[in-house]
């Protein structure tokens, strides 16, 4: 089966901390991805990657960043949180062309 | 953006009874559809696709329609069970960068 784990999946962070939310995948996927998901909004596509080192800005990357330096990991990072960052986050792997497998989410509060 | 919308953010069908996802799509270039189910507490799962070059794709009690002049893809569900209760997203693939834009998702209750 395919795994796409997630390194939590519930977080509470203090407002201005730095916070780091893994993501593996072992499907050798090329593409890699991270959303948020909040009630009546859907999931918005933060960060994007194609490829190790690579990334690419979704639709809503203000005050994300990500790091790709393995084929199967996808880090998110949040610089300096705050509370509008209280979500759930979604990882998902994905072959070009093909669907994107996700990880069971994170559900974080910053507070 | 992209706009993938459903027409209706919550649905309730009596157990046995067939269920009807709709979802509107905007994007006449887009060449790949997929539903996703998402239980509470979890992440969304993969249930079928539909490549824009059918209309219609069936799986295990799942039916995907494909609609191409409105730009609708609908989920139907035969004999829905209480297994089924979740939320349904349609997703809407553009070819350049894989990208998927999703629907904010539909709601299901089976009433036993």
């Known amino acids: 089966d395919v795994k796409v784990t997630q390194s939590s999946r519930y977080l509470v962070k203090r407002t201005g901390e730095k916070v780091f939310l893994e993501c593996v995948q072992d499907m050798d996927h090329e593409n890699m991805f991270w959303y948020r998901q909040d009630p009546g909004l859907g999931l918005r596509l933060i960060y994007f990657?194609?490829?190790?080192?690579?990334?690419e800005k979704g639709d809503i990357p203000e005050g994300y960043s990500v790091s790709r330096e393995k084929k199967e990991r996808f880090s998110l990072i949040l610089e300096s949180a705050s509370t509008n960052q209280t979500s759930m986050y979604l990882c998902?792997?994905?072959?070009?062309?093909?669907?994107?497998?996700f990880g069971p989410g994170t559900r974080l509060t910053v507070l | 953006g992209e706009s993938v919308g459903l027409h209706l953010p919550t649905l309730s069908v009596q157990e046995g009874d067939n269920s009807i996802i709709n979802c509107a799509y905007s994007n006449s270039a887009s060449d790949y559809f997929i539903w996703y189910k998402q239980e509470s507490g979890k992440g969304p799962q993969f249930i079928i696709d539909i490549r824009s070059n059918m209309d219609k794709r069936q799986g295990q009690r799942v039916t995907v329609l494909l609609n191409k002049t409105v730009k609708h893809l609908s989920l139907q569900i035969a004999a829905t069970q209480p297994g089924d209760s979740a939320v349904y997203f349609c997703a809407e693939n553009i070819t350049v960068g894989n990208q998927f834009y999703f629907g904010t998702g539909t709601s299901l209750t089976v009433i036993p």
């Open positions: 990657s194609y490829d190790v080192k690579m990334k």
């Open positions: 998902a792997g994905a072959t070009s062309g093909d669907e994107q497998f």
